[in-house]
T-cell receptor, first 113, second 113 residues
Framework: KNQVEQSPQSLIILEGKNCTLQ??????????LRWYKQDTGRGPVSLTI?????NTKSNGRYTATLDADTKQSSLHITASQLSDSASYIC????????????FGRGTSLIVHP | NAGVTQTPKFQVLKTGQSMTLQCAQD?????MYWYRQDPGMGLRLIYY???????DKGEVPNGYNVSRLNKREFSLRLESAAPSQTSVYFC????????????FGPGTRLTVL
């Protein structure tokens, strides 16, 4: 069964600090991995998308890495801001057939001033 | 270009009542999805539609029906609401280009008493 596990479940950091969120997956065959940001009361919004051949992708202060061999990804947030407080969801898709991605349960990040 | 829109934003039902959640997208996408999101559970797929005229069950379809009215619209119906259906419902559509990013609506928060 395809699975996506995220850690930590929740994280509290001070404004200006860096943090790293983790994602491990068992989806096969692998197609792509996405990180979404979900603000409270809103739908998820895509931050980064990586395919098998990509091992890093940046979007401003967000940098995602992918190790397809160990089936791990991380999302690094640099110089956190209060607006980074949100849930971050890792989503992995397999290739072929109907497009049914596998969602992680998310990491809830709180940034304190 | 509104992306994915959902109505209503909030709804309170009594057990046994019925209702339809509406979803529309203006991006000319073929694929559309309905998810529910519960605390600690992440997003779970209820139904999806790979193209106009087709629908398929997802992970948690019991108690729901869907209609792909046309390419733009995909509705979710609860025939006899139950308290277990209290959740936040998200509609999504998927781009047919490249690796197919999913775009989410703002969600409908449903409470069944």
């Amino acid at each position: 069964k395809n699975q996506v596990e995220q850690s930590p479940q929740s994280l509290i950091i001070l404004e200006g600090k860096n943090c790293t969120l983790q994602c491990n997956y068992t989806v096969s065959p692998f197609s792509n991995l996405r990180w979404y940001k979900q603000d409270t009361g809103r739908g998820p919004v895509s931050l980064t998308i990586m395919t098998f051949s990509e091992n890093t992708k940046s979007n401003g202060r967000y940098t995602a890495t992918l190790d397809a061999d160990t089936k791990q990804s991380s999302l690094h947030i640099t110089a956190s801001q209060l607006s980074d407080s949100a849930s971050y969801i890792c989503v992995v898709s397999s290739s072929g057939g109907s497009y049914i991605p596998t969602f992680g349960r998310g990491t809830s990040l709180i940034v304190h001033p | 270009n509104a992306g994915v829109t959902q109505t209503p934003k909030f709804q309170v039902l009594k057990t046994g009542q019925s209702m339809t959640l509406q979803c529309a997208q203006d991006m000319n996408h073929n694929s559309m999805y309905w998810y529910r999101q519960d605390p600690g559970m992440g997003l779970r797929l209820i139904y999806y539609s790979a193209s106009e005229g087709t629908t398929d069950k997802g992970e948690v379809p019991n108690g729901y029906n869907v209609s792909r009215l046309n390419k733009r619209e995909f509705s979710l119906r609860l025939e006899s609401a139950a308290p277990s259906q209290t959740s936040v419902y998200f509609c999504a559509s998927r781009s047919d280009r490249g690796i197919g990013e999913q775009f989410f609506g703002p969600g409908t928060r449903l409470t069944v008493l």
